[in-house]
């Protein structure tokens, strides 16, 4: 007889025990010979090699069910229980990239978007060069969380120039993480549409995410990890040679940016626009443009975008 200690992740406590524990106790059922004892964030498990052998495995493969989808329903929970290695849902996930909190499914919104997956899928390295509010950031981060949760990869790190926090920097109260907190705001944002507050906070503690400024990356090689670089007009042409050849094996680099946006001195040439140029044809390569028929925020700001560019337009005749 023996006795392992299983560590309960962070997931919806009603997901994995249900109302009144009654998930939990079909559970149980099923493994009549093996005592469980419930304390806290552990499972302790009790019985003979086999019986304790096999109780992990199941956890271990409900777990990565709620941790995936976010939910687990009754019917789920007996196929499971039946043998069924991978229950998949309604809408299953070659339309879903993730389930978010609740169940909260994320999927690509419009043409170029779905390009975006299918470039993914084949390429090593994407551009993704659009507008403000075509999904380019977001779409991005769903690629690398279910890269995540598919075991594809081991980390996700999401980097962007911290050129707007330039001059004022010293100037902003806290240490430097508090300091560049609010220029990678919109990567928080994304992660918390896709994944629950306390296992993103436990992904961040351990590093599996890790949020930086460009600048953290020099010197670094990056294996088996999905890394997106943000704002990435914003960064030097010197800049982007550095973070290009920070691509390790088996990793997946996506790069977004904005082409009208460009913060960066007029004396300074934009690192994007010059990769794009120079890397257009290159294999394992893809460049998705995403445009004002992408954008998926307020129906305003298709308009707006669609008046900024007549106007500049207009300026350069």
Not at 10 to 36: H, Q, R, T
Not at 188 to 205: F, H
Not at 244 to 261: P, S
């Given at each position: 007889?023996?006795?392992?200690?299983?560590?309960?992740?962070?997931i919806?406590?009603?997901?994995?025990?249900?109302?009144?524990?009654?998930?939990?106790?079909?559970?149980?059922?099923?493994?009549?010979?093996?005592?469980?004892?419930?304390?806290?964030?552990?499972?302790?498990?009790?019985?003979?090699?086999?019986?304790?052998?096999?109780?992990?495995?199941?956890?271990?493969?409900?777990?990565?069910?709620?941790?995936?989808?976010?939910?687990?329903?009754?019917?789920?929970?007996?196929?499971i229980?039946?043998?069924?290695?991978?229950?998949?849902?309604?809408?299953?996930?070659?339309?879903?990239?993730?389930?978010?909190?609740?169940?909260?499914?994320?999927?690509?919104?419009?043409?170029?978007?779905?390009?975006?997956?299918?470039?993914?899928?084949?390429?090593?390295?994407?551009?993704a060069?659009?507008?403000?509010?075509?999904?380019?950031?977001?779409?991005?981060?769903?690629?690398?969380v279910?890269?995540?949760?598919?075991?594809?990869?081991?980390?996700?790190?999401?980097?962007?120039?911290?050129?707007?926090?330039?001059?004022?920097?010293?100037?902003?109260?806290?240490?430097?993480?508090?300091?560049?907190?609010?220029?990678?705001?919109?990567?928080?944002?994304?992660?918390?549409?896709?994944?629950?507050?306390?296992?993103?906070?436990?992904?961040?503690?351990?590093?599996?995410?890790?949020?930086?400024?460009?600048?953290f990356?020099?010197?670094?090689?990056l294996?088996?990890?999905?890394?997106?670089?943000?704002?990435?007009?914003?960064?030097?042409?010197?800049?982007?040679?550095?973070?290009?050849?920070?691509?390790?094996?088996?990793?997946?680099?996506?790069?977004?940016?904005?082409?009208?946006?460009?913060?960066?001195?007029?004396?300074?040439?934009?690192?994007?626009?010059?990769?794009?140029?120079?890397?257009?044809?290159?294999?394992?390569?893809?460049?998705?443009?995403?445009?004002?028929?992408?954008?998926?925020?307020?129906?305003?700001?298709?308009?707006?975008?669609?008046?900024?560019?007549?106007?500049?337009?207009?300026?350069?005749?």
């Amino acid at each position: 007889m023996i006795e392992k200690e299983i560590y309960l992740p962070a997931i919806d406590p009603i997901e994995f025990f249900g109302p009144n524990n009654i998930k939990f106790k079909l559970i149980l059922s099923k493994f009549p010979k093996c005592k469980v004892v419930s304390r806290g964030n552990f499972l302790k498990l009790h019985g003979s090699v086999e019986d304790v052998a096999a109780m992990d495995d199941m956890l271990t493969l409900l777990f990565w069910h709620i941790e995936k989808y976010q939910s687990l329903s009754m019917q789920q929970l007996e196929l499971i229980l039946a043998g069924e290695k991978e229950v998949k849902v309604e809408n299953g996930k070659d339309n879903v990239l993730v389930y978010g909190p609740g169940g909260h499914k994320v999927v690509a919104k419009s043409p170029n978007q779905h390009r975006m997956v299918e470039a993914c899928d084949n390429n090593d390295m994407i551009f993704a060069i659009g507008p403000a509010g075509t999904g380019k950031t977001y779409t991005a981060v769903a690629l690398a969380v279910r890269a995540l949760k598919d075991k594809q990869i081991k980390r996700i790190i999401l980097t962007r120039p911290a050129v707007e926090a330039g001059e004022n920097l010293g100037f902003l109260p806290g240490d430097l993480k508090e300091k560049l907190d609010p220029y990678l705001q919109p990567l928080y944002d994304a992660l918390m549409d896709m994944i629950p507050y306390e296992k993103l906070a436990e992904y961040m503690e351990k590093n599996v995410i890790e949020i930086a400024p460009l600048a953290f990356m020099r010197g670094r090689t990056l294996d088996k990890a999905f890394v997106i670089l943000d704002e990435a007009q914003n960064a030097t042409v010197a800049q982007m040679k550095m973070f290009l050849t920070r691509m390790g094996q088996n990793a997946k680099f996506i790069i977004t940016g904005d082409a009208t946006q460009i913060d960066l001195p007029k004396s300074q040439k934009s690192g994007l626009m010059h990769a794009v140029h120079i890397l257009r044809n290159t294999p394992d390569i893809a460049i998705v443009e995403l445009d004002e028929q992408d954008v998926i925020r307020h129906k305003l700001v298709r308009k707006i975008i669609a008046a900024y560019d007549k106007s500049e337009n207009t300026n350069q005749e």
